[in-house]
Protein backbone atom coordinates (compact mmCIF):
# COMPACT_ATOMS: atom_id res chain seq x y z
CA UNK A 1 0.00 0.00 0.00
CA UNK A 2 1.72 3.96 -0.80
CA UNK A 3 2.51 6.08 1.60
CA UNK A 4 0.42 8.63 1.05
CA UNK A 5 0.44 12.44 2.00
CA UNK A 6 -1.93 15.34 2.48
CA UNK A 7 0.40 18.20 2.86
CA UNK A 8 3.66 19.68 1.08
CA UNK A 9 6.36 19.31 4.14
CA UNK A 10 8.63 22.15 4.98
CA UNK A 11 11.99 21.89 5.23
CA UNK A 12 14.15 25.00 7.15
CA UNK A 13 17.51 25.11 5.58
CA UNK A 14 19.10 26.86 8.12
CA UNK A 15 19.55 23.48 9.96
CA UNK A 16 21.89 22.61 7.88
CA UNK A 17 24.45 25.44 9.40
CA UNK A 18 24.88 23.76 12.26
CA UNK A 19 26.20 20.56 13.11
CA UNK A 20 23.71 19.89 16.32
CA UNK A 21 21.15 20.33 13.47
CA UNK A 22 22.05 19.36 10.33
CA UNK A 23 21.02 15.77 10.43
CA UNK A 24 17.32 16.50 11.15
CA UNK A 25 17.53 18.47 8.12
CA UNK A 26 18.48 15.53 5.92
CA UNK A 27 16.68 13.02 7.70
CA UNK A 28 12.97 15.50 6.98
CA UNK A 29 14.57 15.40 2.84
CA UNK A 30 15.32 11.77 2.45
CA UNK A 31 11.26 11.83 3.82
CA UNK A 32 10.56 14.32 1.08
CA UNK A 33 12.74 12.82 -1.67
CA UNK A 34 11.32 9.25 -1.05
CA UNK A 35 7.39 10.17 -0.22
CA UNK A 36 6.28 13.33 -1.67
CA UNK A 37 8.86 14.30 -4.33
CA UNK A 38 7.67 18.04 -3.40
CA UNK A 39 8.95 20.16 -0.50
CA UNK A 40 8.64 23.93 1.09
CA UNK A 41 12.37 25.20 1.07
CA UNK A 42 12.66 28.29 4.33
CA UNK A 43 15.49 30.25 5.31
CA UNK A 44 17.10 29.76 2.20
CA UNK A 45 20.15 31.76 1.29
CA UNK A 46 18.78 33.61 -1.54
CA UNK A 47 18.73 37.13 -0.60
CA UNK A 48 15.44 38.47 0.31
CA UNK A 49 15.51 42.04 -1.59
CA UNK A 50 16.79 39.86 -4.51
CA UNK A 51 13.58 37.89 -4.64
CA UNK A 52 11.23 40.85 -3.78
CA UNK A 53 13.15 42.83 -6.79
CA UNK A 54 12.50 39.61 -9.58
CA UNK A 55 9.01 38.83 -8.15
CA UNK A 56 8.48 42.71 -8.70
CA UNK A 57 9.95 42.19 -12.24
CA UNK A 58 7.00 39.79 -13.36
CA UNK A 59 4.08 41.56 -13.79
CA UNK A 60 5.70 44.90 -15.26
CA UNK A 61 7.85 42.03 -18.27
CA UNK A 62 3.84 41.43 -19.16
CA UNK A 63 2.10 44.56 -18.54
CA UNK A 64 4.62 47.52 -20.10
CA UNK A 65 6.59 45.44 -22.80
CA UNK A 66 5.60 47.10 -25.89
CA UNK A 67 4.29 44.42 -28.31
CA UNK A 68 6.69 45.15 -31.31
CA UNK A 69 9.24 44.45 -28.35
CA UNK A 70 7.68 41.22 -27.41
CA UNK A 71 7.71 39.98 -30.59
CA UNK A 72 11.23 40.77 -31.55
CA UNK A 73 12.17 38.78 -28.37
CA UNK A 74 10.05 35.35 -29.72
CA UNK A 75 11.66 32.61 -28.82
CA UNK A 76 11.49 31.64 -32.05
CA UNK A 77 14.35 34.10 -33.02
CA UNK A 78 16.66 31.77 -30.59
CA UNK A 79 17.48 28.17 -31.54
CA UNK A 80 18.60 28.03 -27.70
CA UNK A 81 14.51 28.06 -27.10
CA UNK A 82 14.93 31.39 -24.72
CA UNK A 83 12.55 34.43 -24.93
CA UNK A 84 8.53 35.47 -25.05
CA UNK A 85 6.23 32.93 -25.36
CA UNK A 86 2.78 33.70 -26.22
CA UNK A 87 -0.89 33.54 -24.37
CA UNK A 88 -2.67 29.66 -25.16
CA UNK A 89 0.38 28.29 -27.77
CA UNK A 90 0.94 25.35 -25.64
CA UNK A 91 -1.20 22.45 -25.13
CA UNK A 92 -0.59 19.73 -21.94
CA UNK A 93 -2.86 16.75 -21.96
CA UNK A 94 -4.60 17.78 -25.36
CA UNK A 95 -5.79 21.08 -23.54
CA UNK A 96 -4.77 24.43 -23.84
CA UNK A 97 -2.30 25.81 -21.63
CA UNK A 98 -3.74 29.29 -19.78
CA UNK A 99 -0.31 31.24 -19.69
CA UNK A 100 2.32 33.17 -21.34
CA UNK A 101 5.65 32.98 -20.68
CA UNK A 102 9.29 34.33 -20.74
CA UNK A 103 12.21 32.22 -20.96
CA UNK A 104 16.11 32.75 -19.74
CA UNK A 105 19.19 31.01 -18.55
CA UNK A 106 22.56 31.38 -17.26
CA UNK A 107 24.65 34.03 -18.56
CA UNK A 108 27.14 32.20 -21.09
CA UNK A 109 28.28 32.80 -25.07
CA UNK A 110 27.21 31.18 -28.01
CA UNK A 111 28.71 27.72 -27.09
CA UNK A 112 28.25 25.83 -30.50
CA UNK A 113 26.68 27.24 -34.12
CA UNK A 114 24.51 25.88 -36.89
CA UNK A 115 25.64 22.56 -38.46
CA UNK A 116 27.42 21.22 -35.05
CA UNK A 117 26.62 17.61 -34.93
CA UNK A 118 25.04 16.74 -32.29
CA UNK A 119 22.90 19.33 -32.66
CA UNK A 120 21.57 19.45 -28.98
CA UNK A 121 25.04 21.48 -28.83
CA UNK A 122 23.04 24.34 -29.47
CA UNK A 123 20.55 24.48 -27.07
CA UNK A 124 23.63 26.23 -24.55
CA UNK A 125 23.70 29.96 -25.77
CA UNK A 126 22.53 33.24 -24.65
CA UNK A 127 19.13 34.43 -24.21
CA UNK A 128 16.84 36.98 -25.47
CA UNK A 129 16.29 40.17 -23.57
CA UNK A 130 14.36 43.00 -23.85
CA UNK A 131 15.80 46.94 -24.87
CA UNK A 132 17.09 48.10 -21.06
CA UNK A 133 15.40 51.21 -21.67
CA UNK A 134 12.24 49.98 -21.75
CA UNK A 135 12.50 47.59 -18.33
CA UNK A 136 15.43 49.06 -16.87
CA UNK A 137 17.81 46.35 -14.33
CA UNK A 138 15.79 43.42 -15.52
CA UNK A 139 18.20 41.60 -16.98
CA UNK A 140 20.93 42.15 -14.51
CA UNK A 141 18.61 41.00 -12.07
CA UNK A 142 17.38 37.96 -13.37
CA UNK A 143 21.28 37.01 -14.60
CA UNK A 144 22.03 37.26 -10.60
CA UNK A 145 18.74 35.82 -9.56
CA UNK A 146 19.63 32.75 -11.53
CA UNK A 147 23.58 33.03 -10.70
CA UNK A 148 22.08 32.47 -6.84
CA UNK A 149 19.46 30.13 -7.29
CA UNK A 150 21.47 27.84 -8.86
CA UNK A 151 24.50 27.90 -6.35
CA UNK A 152 21.33 26.74 -4.02
CA UNK A 153 20.94 24.27 -6.52
CA UNK A 154 23.75 23.10 -6.34
CA UNK A 155 24.33 22.89 -2.29
CA UNK A 156 21.12 20.62 -2.25
CA UNK A 157 22.46 18.42 -4.80
CA UNK A 158 25.01 17.41 -2.28
CA UNK A 159 22.46 17.48 0.78
CA UNK A 160 20.29 15.11 -1.46
CA UNK A 161 23.25 12.63 -1.84
CA UNK A 162 23.83 12.73 1.54
CA UNK A 163 20.02 12.37 2.55
CA UNK A 164 20.03 9.15 0.08
CA UNK A 165 23.57 7.55 0.97
CA UNK A 166 25.49 8.63 -1.47
CA UNK A 167 29.18 10.04 -1.50
CA UNK A 168 28.65 13.79 -1.26
CA UNK A 169 30.15 13.99 -4.80
CA UNK A 170 27.49 11.44 -6.47
CA UNK A 171 25.95 13.91 -8.57
CA UNK A 172 29.66 15.46 -10.00
CA UNK A 173 29.34 13.49 -13.24
CA UNK A 174 26.06 15.64 -14.47
CA UNK A 175 28.25 18.66 -13.85
CA UNK A 176 29.66 19.65 -17.00
CA UNK A 177 33.97 21.49 -16.72
CA UNK A 178 32.43 24.92 -18.24
CA UNK A 179 29.46 24.54 -16.38
CA UNK A 180 25.65 23.71 -16.86
CA UNK A 181 23.35 26.05 -18.43
CA UNK A 182 19.91 25.92 -16.56
CA UNK A 183 16.89 27.50 -17.11
CA UNK A 184 14.25 29.77 -15.74
CA UNK A 185 10.77 31.32 -16.51
CA UNK A 186 8.81 34.20 -15.73
CA UNK A 187 5.40 33.05 -16.18
CA UNK A 188 1.61 34.48 -16.25
CA UNK A 189 -1.34 33.21 -15.78
CA UNK A 190 -4.63 35.35 -16.41
CA UNK A 191 -7.92 34.27 -15.23
CA UNK A 192 -8.61 31.22 -18.08
CA UNK A 193 -10.55 32.41 -20.77
CA UNK A 194 -11.39 28.93 -21.78
CA UNK A 195 -10.64 26.25 -18.82
CA UNK A 196 -9.17 26.85 -15.62
CA UNK A 197 -5.46 24.93 -16.94
CA UNK A 198 -3.29 27.55 -16.08
CA UNK A 199 -0.92 24.30 -17.31
CA UNK A 200 -1.99 20.52 -17.14
CA UNK A 201 -0.52 17.68 -15.02
CA UNK A 202 3.01 16.79 -15.98
CA UNK A 203 6.54 15.96 -14.66
CA UNK A 204 9.51 18.23 -15.12
CA UNK A 205 12.64 16.60 -16.91
CA UNK A 206 16.01 17.36 -14.94
CA UNK A 207 17.15 17.27 -11.57
CA UNK A 208 15.69 19.55 -9.16
CA UNK A 209 13.06 22.92 -9.65
CA UNK A 210 12.79 25.52 -7.50
CA UNK A 211 9.73 27.42 -8.11
CA UNK A 212 9.24 31.16 -6.68
CA UNK A 213 5.86 31.46 -6.53
CA UNK A 214 5.51 35.38 -7.50
CA UNK A 215 2.30 36.48 -6.49
CA UNK A 216 -0.66 35.48 -3.28
CA UNK A 217 -3.03 33.48 -5.98
CA UNK A 218 -2.98 30.08 -5.27
CA UNK A 219 -3.10 27.08 -7.95
CA UNK A 220 -0.22 24.99 -8.06
CA UNK A 221 -1.36 21.32 -6.84
CA UNK A 222 0.74 18.49 -6.38
CA UNK A 223 -0.85 14.97 -7.05
CA UNK A 224 -0.47 12.38 -4.13
CA UNK A 225 0.17 9.20 -3.88
CA UNK A 226 -3.58 7.82 -4.33
CA UNK A 227 -4.28 10.33 -6.78
CA UNK A 228 -5.56 13.51 -4.92
CA UNK A 229 -4.47 17.07 -5.88
CA UNK A 230 -3.23 18.74 -2.73
CA UNK A 231 -3.19 22.68 -2.67
CA UNK A 232 0.55 23.91 -2.50
CA UNK A 233 -0.18 27.79 -1.98
CA UNK A 234 2.57 30.66 -1.95
CA UNK A 235 4.62 30.62 1.40
CA UNK A 236 7.03 34.04 1.03
CA UNK A 237 9.98 33.89 1.74
CA UNK A 238 10.38 29.82 0.36
CA UNK A 239 10.98 28.03 -2.51
CA UNK A 240 8.60 25.38 -3.71
CA UNK A 241 11.37 22.47 -4.54
CA UNK A 242 10.57 19.45 -6.80
CA UNK A 243 12.18 16.27 -7.94
CA UNK A 244 12.53 15.86 -11.69
CA UNK A 245 12.76 12.73 -13.89
CA UNK A 246 16.18 12.55 -14.27
CA UNK A 247 17.01 12.46 -10.64
CA UNK A 248 14.10 9.82 -10.24
CA UNK A 249 16.21 7.86 -12.98
CA UNK A 250 19.27 7.66 -11.58
CA UNK A 251 18.33 6.74 -8.10
CA UNK A 252 16.39 4.14 -9.31
CA UNK A 253 13.39 5.40 -8.53
CA UNK A 254 14.39 6.34 -4.99
CA UNK A 255 13.75 9.87 -5.25
CA UNK A 256 9.98 10.36 -6.61
CA UNK A 257 9.39 12.58 -9.22
CA UNK A 258 5.73 13.89 -8.48
CA UNK A 259 2.86 14.94 -10.98
CA UNK A 260 1.68 18.33 -10.37
CA UNK A 261 -0.64 21.13 -12.17
CA UNK A 262 -1.57 24.53 -12.21
CA UNK A 263 -5.58 26.12 -12.30
CA UNK A 264 -5.65 29.41 -13.12
CA UNK A 265 -6.35 32.39 -11.00
CA UNK A 266 -10.28 33.12 -10.40
CA UNK A 267 -9.45 37.05 -10.16
CA UNK A 268 -6.39 38.80 -11.24
CA UNK A 269 -3.42 36.87 -12.18
CA UNK A 270 -1.07 34.30 -10.99
CA UNK A 271 2.91 34.61 -11.63
CA UNK A 272 5.59 32.21 -10.69
CA UNK A 273 9.30 31.52 -11.77
CA UNK A 274 10.35 28.35 -11.97
CA UNK A 275 14.17 27.76 -11.90
CA UNK A 276 15.52 24.25 -13.98
CA UNK A 277 18.41 22.77 -12.89
CA UNK A 278 19.90 21.13 -16.35
CA UNK A 279 22.08 18.14 -16.46
CA UNK A 280 25.13 17.95 -18.47
CA UNK A 281 24.59 17.49 -22.35
CA UNK A 282 26.08 14.29 -23.32
CA UNK A 283 25.23 11.83 -20.23
CA UNK A 284 22.84 9.02 -20.97
CA UNK A 285 20.78 8.76 -17.74
CA UNK A 286 20.20 5.14 -18.16
CA UNK A 287 23.62 4.16 -18.47
CA UNK A 288 24.10 6.56 -15.25
CA UNK A 289 22.37 5.15 -13.33
CA UNK A 290 23.51 5.55 -9.52
CA UNK A 291 24.16 2.18 -7.35
CA UNK A 292 21.67 3.00 -3.93
CA UNK A 293 22.01 1.42 -0.39
CA UNK A 294 19.79 -1.43 -0.04
CA UNK A 295 17.87 0.74 2.42
CA UNK A 296 17.22 3.45 -0.04
CA UNK A 297 15.86 0.80 -2.72
CA UNK A 298 13.96 -0.89 0.44
CA UNK A 299 11.96 2.79 0.95
CA UNK A 300 11.15 2.71 -2.50
CA UNK A 301 9.52 -0.72 -2.61
CA UNK A 302 7.29 -0.29 0.46
CA UNK A 303 6.12 2.90 -0.93
CA UNK A 304 3.76 0.96 -3.09
CA UNK A 305 2.16 1.97 -6.94
CA UNK A 306 1.32 5.35 -7.30
CA UNK A 307 -1.69 7.37 -9.02
CA UNK A 308 -1.06 9.53 -11.72
CA UNK A 309 -3.34 11.71 -13.89
CA UNK A 310 0.00 11.58 -16.64
CA UNK A 311 1.55 8.15 -16.25
CA UNK A 312 -0.46 4.97 -14.13
CA UNK A 313 2.11 3.08 -13.81
CA UNK A 314 5.54 5.53 -13.56
CA UNK A 315 6.78 3.87 -10.51
CA UNK A 316 7.08 0.00 -11.27
CA UNK A 317 10.81 -0.87 -11.08
CA UNK A 318 13.26 1.52 -12.76
CA UNK A 319 13.89 -0.91 -15.49
CA UNK A 320 10.28 -1.17 -16.47
CA UNK A 321 10.21 2.84 -16.72
CA UNK A 322 13.36 3.23 -18.83
CA UNK A 323 11.92 0.70 -21.33
CA UNK A 324 8.59 1.92 -21.33
CA UNK A 325 8.26 3.93 -24.52
CA UNK A 326 5.05 5.73 -22.84
CA UNK A 327 6.41 7.36 -20.74
CA UNK A 328 7.42 10.63 -20.26
CA UNK A 329 10.86 11.11 -20.65
CA UNK A 330 11.58 7.39 -21.17
CA UNK A 331 14.29 8.68 -23.60
CA UNK A 332 17.04 8.92 -20.89
CA UNK A 333 17.09 5.39 -21.09
CA UNK A 334 19.00 5.29 -24.34
CA UNK A 335 19.31 9.11 -25.41
CA UNK A 336 21.95 11.80 -24.27
CA UNK A 337 20.24 14.15 -21.83
CA UNK A 338 20.83 17.44 -24.39
CA UNK A 339 18.85 15.21 -26.90
CA UNK A 340 15.86 14.31 -24.68
CA UNK A 341 15.81 17.96 -23.77
CA UNK A 342 16.44 18.67 -27.38
CA UNK A 343 13.12 16.46 -28.49
CA UNK A 344 11.07 18.22 -25.77
CA UNK A 345 11.73 21.20 -26.58
CA UNK A 346 10.96 20.69 -29.92
CA UNK A 347 7.85 19.13 -29.07
CA UNK A 348 6.56 22.17 -27.11
CA UNK A 349 7.80 24.65 -30.03
CA UNK A 350 7.47 23.07 -32.41
CA UNK A 351 8.24 26.69 -34.64
CA UNK A 352 11.08 27.03 -32.86
CA UNK A 353 12.43 23.46 -33.75
CA UNK A 354 11.17 23.98 -38.02
CA UNK A 355 13.20 27.21 -37.93
CA UNK A 356 16.31 26.03 -36.06
CA UNK A 357 16.72 22.22 -36.25
CA UNK A 358 14.53 21.18 -39.24
CA UNK A 359 16.04 17.77 -40.09
CA UNK A 360 14.68 16.92 -36.21
CA UNK A 361 11.48 18.60 -36.23
CA UNK A 362 10.33 16.74 -39.52
CA UNK A 363 10.90 13.36 -37.77
CA UNK A 364 8.66 14.48 -35.21
CA UNK A 365 6.31 16.51 -37.45
CA UNK A 366 6.31 14.69 -40.54
CA UNK A 367 2.84 16.24 -41.22
CA UNK A 368 4.29 20.11 -40.75
CA UNK A 369 3.75 22.55 -38.38
CA UNK A 370 0.95 22.00 -35.74
CA UNK A 371 -1.53 24.52 -34.33
CA UNK A 372 0.34 23.85 -31.10
CA UNK A 373 2.82 22.70 -29.29
CA UNK A 374 2.63 19.83 -26.66
CA UNK A 375 3.71 20.80 -23.42
CA UNK A 376 5.94 17.88 -21.33
Not at 92 to 105: A, I, M, S
Not at 113 to 135: D, N
Not at 233 to 247: D, Q, S
Not at 276 to 302: C, H, N, T, W, Y
Request: charged share 20%; with cysteine.
Amino acid sequence: MATNFSSVPMLDYSLVSAASTRAAFVCSLQSALTTTGFFYLTSHPVPAELVASVAAYAPRFFAELPEEEKQRIRMVESPHFFGYTGFGTEWTKGRVDQREQFDFGTECEERAGEGVVPAYKRLWGPSQWPEEGLLPGFRTTLASYIAQVSQLGDELMVLVAEALGLPADAFSKFTEERGNVHRGKIIKYPVGADSDQGVGPHFDGGFLTLLLQASEHRGLQVQNLGGEWIDAPPVPGTFVVNIGKALEAVTQGVAIATSHRVLSPASGARYSIPFFQMIAQDVVIGKSVLAMPVEMLALRDARGKVASDCEPSYHVLWRVLMKRAAVNYAEYGELAAGQVMLIGRIKSHPDVGQRHYPQLFHQLFPDGLPAHGSAY
